[in-house]
């Protein structure tokens, strides 16, 4: 009779567990939510990814300690995210993940979002995310590419070559 009881209870506690006591909500663990801008670009992967650190530490692109909590992702995955800071007007900070495609991942832009990453492309408008988008592409890609031509990277390797 006791053993029955202890099935019953456990019953009881997996189906409230698992049901959330009759709340329709659903629970998640971690928060997902990111612009994912794909980045269109000619330049290898491999090649953007062996110049972001330089570029972020010798050009002044690192994340000033004011934002440090801002730090989405980039704590947990630090091989495949990464922060750009931009110090001229609009101050502002990317997420730039590596997922099998460059991604423009999130923004965080106190004049755009207050205290919080964009995150969403309903909070961006269009004429910002054609901003960022040019911005990310002239500051980071477009340096990017000249620091690899003046090291003598060949277009062989610079490039992707088409399938």
């Known amino acids: 009779m006791k053993m029955n009881r202890v099935k019953y209870l456990y019953l009881a506690y997996v189906l409230l567990t698992f049901y959330g006591c009759g709340n329709n909500e659903i629970y998640r663990a971690g928060n997902r ?14 090649i953007i990814r062996s110049y972001l650190d330089t570029l972020v530490i010798n050009q002044g692109f690192q994340v000033p300690e004011k934002w440090t909590q801002y730090n ?3 704590d947990i995955d630090s091989l495949n995210t990464k922060r750009l800071y931009f110090n001229t007007t609009p101050e502002e900070m990317y997420l730039i993940q590596f997922n099998g495609v460059l991604l423009l991942a999130d923004v965080y832009n106190e004049n755009i979002v207050s205290g919080d990453w964009v995150a969403t492309p309903e909070r961006m408008p269009q004429k910002e995310e054609v901003r960022i988008k040019k911005r990310f592409k002239e500051h980071i890609l477009d340096k990017i590419e000249k620091m690899a031509k003046e090291n003598g ?5 610079l490039y992707f070559k088409p399938i």
């Open 33 to 46: 939510i990111t612009l994912d801008y794909p980045v269109e670009t000619k330049i290898s992967f491999k």
């Open 72 to 74: 989405k992702l980039v």
């Open 153 to 157: 990277v060949p277009d062989s390797i």
